[in-house]
């Protein structure tokens, strides 16, 4: 989901996440941030060779050139000892370097005493003013702002001091005296040599360059911030989109668990009331028993058919459950053997699949309620009705007076309730002050008409 490199380069494409901008990084800063240990192991060849080996040279050219202006003995150390300091001043600023990221303010500090011990031997900062760029870079990429300039700044006051008591040879006479001879005009400076007049412009060099580095060090640091940001926004989408999965998943857990508790718990309560009825009428009313064994196939059918609708096995043109009236639902557990009387069974509800299915289930778990808790009750009456922007459905029995079969686990009156709230209705389900159970439901109906309730008795 996330890339483990992040980064701002300037290129073409630009991108949005979040309201931030992403530029994608280019291929040669790519390749350098996948291999950062080849990019240290060619900046210490770049130093020592480039800085180093090329450096020593011009600074042994210059040492030539002092001693044919007199400045120096001739036959004297400066010229074996000046181009050796700068050359070991690289090769040890270049390892330096190596550890720079792991180490910043160590290597900072070792290589400010490189260069006060460069200038005290050989009169050179060398290679040492550019290596203490790049360690305040990494000082300034790493911690934080304030501690950033006060190591800075000592560092750069400590050079600058040694410049000024120690320096012989800067930038200055490197240009003006490299390959001088006698015989060649001399160009006059208003200071005497080496004298720490001079030395202000190695003094403003090297602040520039501690200063360059800072600002580049606070720059990678700001934009590494950015990836970071960047990389934190990647991973609150993905676990917001993990989360969402999951609630969705959790979800359709639920409903698929409902309706198959619905379906299952429902029909087959049913199933074993018909068998129950058809085994013991099957000898003294082979027509009750070859009845009972009809509806007993026709709640099989209904039942396969509705666990086909929950899985998604049908058509959405197939969606509407097979038996979805509620004159089929009390016949049936008529034919099981309950005393059913019913009143509203035929009342116009409005053309919502969803109120409809949801004033179908509320009725077929309040009976089977009744059928698996309540054996042998006398009465249950079953009333739907419209009263003005509303549907009520209401499920009342009597004690029951055999003990129940069922687990208990009050899943469907969980499940009723939750069809409820989806539809912005209210539900109450108890015991009734006199024995038995009472299921009252009021769902919206927005478009509803007044309805006439007709009382019907068992069938």
Known sequence: MTSSVVSSSAVDDIRLLGGVQVRRIGPVRRFWAAHPRLGDVALVLVVVGAFGVVGAAVVRDTVNGIVALGYYPRGGAEHWVVPSVWLAGAVLGAGALLVRRRWPVVV???????????????GVTGV????????AAAVASSRDARSTWLLVTAAAVTVSAAMWWFQQIGILEMLLWTGYYAEEPYWHL???????????????LLVGTLLAGVLVGFASRDRRRHAHDIE?????????????????????????????????AHSVSVMIALCDGAAAAFDRAPDASREALGELSRTGREALADMQRVLGALDTADATPQGAGLDAVVRRFRTAGMPVSAAGLDTPLPPD???????KRIVTEALTNVLRHAPGTSAVSVVVRRTG??????VVNEAGTGPGTGSGTERGIVGMRERVALLGGHMMAGPRAGGGWQVQVTLPCPDAGSGTAVEEGPR
């Open 232 to 264: 934190e926004r990647y991973r609150a989408v993905a676990r917001e989109r993990d989360t969402s999965a999951a609630l969705v998943r959790t979800a359709e857990r639920e409903r698929l668990a409902r309706e198959m508790h619905d379906v299952v």
């Open 108 to 122: 900072l500090a070792v290589l400010t005493a490189g260069a006060v011990a460069s200038l005290m031997t050989g």
């Open 128 to 135: 040492f003013g550019l290596c203490l760029g790049m360690a």
């Open 190 to 204: 208003t200071e005497p040599p080496f004298s720490p007049e001079r030395r202000i412009v190695s003094v403003v």
């Open 353 to 359: 699949t969803a109120l409809r299915l949801a004033v």
């Open 389 to 394: 922007p509303a549907v009520e459905v209401a």
